[in-house]
């Protein structure tokens, strides 16, 4: 092999690196503007999210492509192994990301003409959570910093504990008041969305730490009580 | 290489493909007996939908393990390196849909007590779809035909369009009926769980597609009418 293919293979592994930066950052775009738009009611910006999502589906397929290639071409061992097929996995979780984004986008699209502000504040305040783990994982991912990995990895437990409150708040309130009942259906799939954005990033942190330390992680995160098993009673009727 | 190797490296592959059958028998398995237990109300087979959950994990994790050796030892190439990068995509499918099967069947458990079966009539509907679909995507995997593939991406229009008005209809009762919002909304989740089970399934058509053929699936599905736009207003109080 010449120094010339040699390099050109390097060359490879960070380009493909590269692309899911680029992911990434695009995806990391659409959460935090989808977030954003479910308060400000600003259609623009929701669709513009919407928009986005095209972009990441094309780099995720040329990731596919260009990882093909190296298969058939580098047979990568070891680290570059590792690289490669982290690539591969990292690119799905993130075009699910963009995707999960986009649903958001749509559904405040919907939601923008009638649906009152303050139930909306339980699911903007998961959306910032959310937000911040995509960051920090994509940030671990650039430095190769497993610490960072494993952090976002214990902070998708308390987005599961707010997806549980918020799903709580919003059956009470369309028990409340049956004129909420659209909107706050909505606002449940958007909750949801959110906190399986926060799943696709703990994926991302245990692939990462694999592509690092070449083991699984190992820990099991204690998860926090289910929404599943909520049961809320109708409000009591009131006299009057 | 020897004989014995190559003869080795056939085992190999043709073993992914069993792992990969064993793991779709036991989802299938799995989506019947979730959407089975949403109307008969058998808690003792959504438990043990539940309990069929970490098998399929196991067999995953499996699969991933093997991949890594192949893609260490064998380098494979071409057909080879579509039947190994098809098994990692189609584990990955499957394992969402167990996942899918057991959030039903958990909420199942839930419904179980006091919600009225009529509710449940439309999204248990939705469930046979996506369960024969499955059943066919996995057939089609199995005999290695591209014809079957291509039927259950067309058929998943359907279950979207089934996803669509059973949104509407639950909306519809928790709007004539608060005491149903509780139940419903655990049914409006179950819907959508089914809907994205359809959509793996999809998702398994075009691999199964790639792997046959080596072209990616060209046609663009129409999608239906989106549940995202759906508004619906609250019913007209009544007179009395």
């Known amino acids: ?6 390099k050109a293979y390097g060359e490879e592994l960070d380009s493909l690196a590269a692309d899911i930066a680029r992911m990434g950052g695009i995806a990391e775009s659409m959460v935090a503007d989808s977030v954003a738009s479910i308060i400000k009611r600003d259609a623009a910006l929701a669709r513009s999210v919407v928009e986005r999502d095209p972009r990441v589906d094309t780099i995720q397929r040329d990731v596919e492509r260009k990882i093909l290639r190296v298969f058939a071409l580098r047979q990568p061992m070891a680290r570059d192994l590792r690289e490669t097929l982290s690539a591969l996995k ?32 339980g699911v903007e305040r998961m959306g910032r959570i959310a937000a911040i783990n995509l960051q920090q994982v994509l940030d671990a991912y650039s ?3 497993v610490r960072r990995a494993v952090n976002v990895w214990f902070q998708d437990e308390e987005l599961d504990e707010h997806y549980n409150s918020v799903f709580r708040e919003l059956l ?6 049956p004129r909420t ?27 990462i730490h694999f592509l690092i330390t070449g083991e699984e992680m190992a820990t099991e995160r204690p998860k926090a009580e289910d929404a599943l098993s909520v049961r809320i009673a109708p409000p009591e009727p009131k006299e009057g």
């Open 1 to 6: 092999m010449t120094e010339h293919t040699v």
């Open 90 to 121: 990292l690119a799905n979780d993130i075009e699910r990301i963009g995707d999960l984004a986009k649903n958001i986008a749509k559904r405040t699209l919907v939601l923008h003409e009638d649906e009152p502000i303050a139930l909306a504040r």
């Open 143 to 145: 430095a190769r910093e």
């Open 172 to 177: 009470t309130y369309m028990m409340e008041d």
């Open 181 to 207: 009942i659209g909107p706050c259906a909505h606002l449940l799939f958007i909750a949801k969305n959110i906190e399986r954005i926060g799943d696709h990033c703990t994926n991302m942190a245990e692939i």
